[in-house]
DNA sequence: GTCAAAAGATTCGAGCACTAATCATTTGAG
DNA sequence: CTCAAATGATTAGTGCTCGAATCTTTTGAC
């Protein structure tokens, strides 16, 4: 049903080898198989990736807060808080102002929330740590290293680049508006 | 700031050198950093990175459909129509019926969706592209190849995969030493 | 003591992503 | 021809993700 041959069409780049092109568009697709692998988990699991993955940070030091959840998942606090809800309502984590320092709100797992993460199935990727655990170990060690070579160029992009980017030099013109309606909020440039 | 201690936080195995926590880590710091570049691409160009994708696939097949946007970026259509909306409400795409066959629906480049594209930012990455480029070509192939093989092990757990997950009992891969465990029911909600 | 700044949690608005359901149209079996 | 199935686009509903407000409480400078 979906598509078998994603590598054809998307980057016209006729380069042949084009090592950053595999790269971007492999990115891509291991976004697309963590997020479908996660709602598979939601249906057979009634949670979902990210929500373990809190879950089991909660569990790790234990009366946390939010902001401690948020730093150890590498998640904004917004984010966060919106899964903690949703744990919340399934009963699996409880919150409580804290007395001393009022500001502060202590999670705690609830029952049913200690019985899942004992029985938790796999931190993440569930079949996929299984099949990685299975390669030769220097290949396994190859990839994290490449990973985290991208995640280094990745996460300096976002340090650096930022001023540059911030006053895009990629205006695509625009001016003399000549087509229908000009005056939508796109007024690159 | 973030926690600098990749092993230990949220993934229980103690492991020594634990190459598939790393490799696991590392993708959800990947999956962040693509986010986050995205949104500085929309601060900086009023254009997000799925928007760009799915623009020049348009553009790519200029009296393109729905669906064959979808196949080619690799996204269900569903997500596509959300953001061929955008793309249309910003006056980048045009929606056409199409008469011969009026179910379908042709898309085409505005004027200003054809400037953008001559002038586009790079595929997708825009700087992370640079930095990858500046590595060297060896280095580039085995980042490639690492990666493509993560793509591979994770699409193959999408196969191989559903039909054991779909009725429940999870493989809890915990006890890295021989003890497969069997399934536990962990019966939530 | 007072009040501004800081810190912590949360809400708000927007975009992306999916599956499942729906609607319109075309195709094809009878 | 007729109507069910197939096809294509879309909507509905849920969840993840973020930055930018907002609200409450604490801290600290005066």
New interface residues.
Partial sequence: M??QQ?G??????QDP?A??????R?????????D??SR??M?????TTPQL?CL??VS?CEPARSSEVA?????STATVIGILDRLES???VRRERNTTDRRVVNLWLTP?GR??VE???????????????RLP?D?????????????G??????L???P?????P?????EAG????PT???S?A
């Fill in positions: 979906v598509d994603p054809v069409a998307v980057l016209g780049e080898a090592a950053d092109t595999r790269i971007l492999a990115i891509r697709r291991i976004i697309r198989a963590v479908l692998h598979k988990l249906t057979g699991h009634q949670i993955v089991l940070a790790e730093k150890s998942v590498s998640l399934k009963g699996l049913d019985r899942l029985t938790a199935p796999s931190p993440l990727q569930d079949t996929l740590a299984g099949s990685i655990e170990t290949e396994q060690f190859s990839i994290a290293a490449a990973l985290e070579r991208v995640v160029l990745m996460e300096a992009d976002q650096d680049a930022a540059l980017l911030e006053s895009g990629i205006a695509p013109s625009r000549t087509s229908a309606e939508k909020e796109l690159i």
